[in-house]
């Protein structure tokens, strides 16, 4: 069965300060993942997207990076601020037809003044 | 930008009332999913459409139904709404299944 695992839960840091969220899964076969930040009342907006060749992407302060052979990602945040409070959600796509997408719980981050 | 519209940010509705959630998306997706979000549990998938009138049960599609008479256009209905449906619903689109997904803002449905 197809999973996408989260870690930490939850995480709180203070503003400035740097946190990586950690994503593992066991998706076959691997077309693609995703991290998407999920404002608190709001739908989930795309970060960055990797496949298989890829092992770092950037968008701004967030980098994240892949390694398919351990079936790990993460995404790190450098120089948190206040507007970065948010879930981040791992999401993992299958080279295999409908509805191929898995979703991770996501990581509940909390930046702190 | 794709654009994803879902038509009601927040919805109070009574047991047994009969609760539709519209959904319109503006760049001639094919793909359309409904999903709800429930603490602790996640993005659950309720149903999909991969085409006009076409339908699929995603993973959870007990009590809802759905509707897509038109591309742009995919509506997800409560037959008679339970409190167990009270969550925060998601719908998303995608322009084929190997790209990600555009998602609407979500409507947080409260059933009393």
């Known amino acids: 069965k197809n999973q996408v695992e989260q870690s930490p839960q939850s995480l709180i840091i203070l503003e400035g300060k740097n946190c990586t969220l950690q994503?593992?899964?066991?998706?076959?076969?691997?077309?693609?993942l995703r991290w998407y930040k999920q404002d608190t009342g709001r739908g989930p907006v795309s970060l960055t997207i990797?496949?298989?060749?890829?092992n770092t992407k950037s968008n701004g302060r967030y980098t994240a990076t892949l390694d398919a052979d351990t079936k790990q990602s993460s995404l790190h945040i450098t120089a948190s601020q206040l507007s970065d409070s948010a879930s981040y959600i791992c999401v993992v796509s299958a080279n295999s037809g409908y509805s191929t997408l898995t979703f991770g719980k996501g990581t509940m981050l909390l930046v702190s003044p | 930008d794709v654009k994803v519209t879902q038509s009601s940010r927040y919805l109070v509705k009574r047991t047994g009332e009969k609760v539709f959630l519209e959904c319109v998306q503006d760049m001639d997706h094919e793909n359309m999913f409904w999903y709800r979000q429930d603490p602790g549990l996640g993005l659950r998938l309720i149903y999909f459409s991969y085409d006009v009138k076409m339908k699929e049960k995603g993973d959870i599609p007990e009590g809802y139904s759905v509707s897509r008479e038109k591309k742009e256009r995919f509506s997800l209905i409560l037959e008679s709404a339970s409190t167990n449906q009270t969550s925060m619903y998601l719908c998303a689109s995608q322009s084929d299944f190997n790209y990600g997904y555009t998602f609407g803002s979500g409507t947080r449905l409260t059933v009393v």
């Open positions: 990797m496949t298989f060749s890829e």
């Open positions: 994503c593992n899964y066991t998706v076959s076969p691997f077309s693609n």
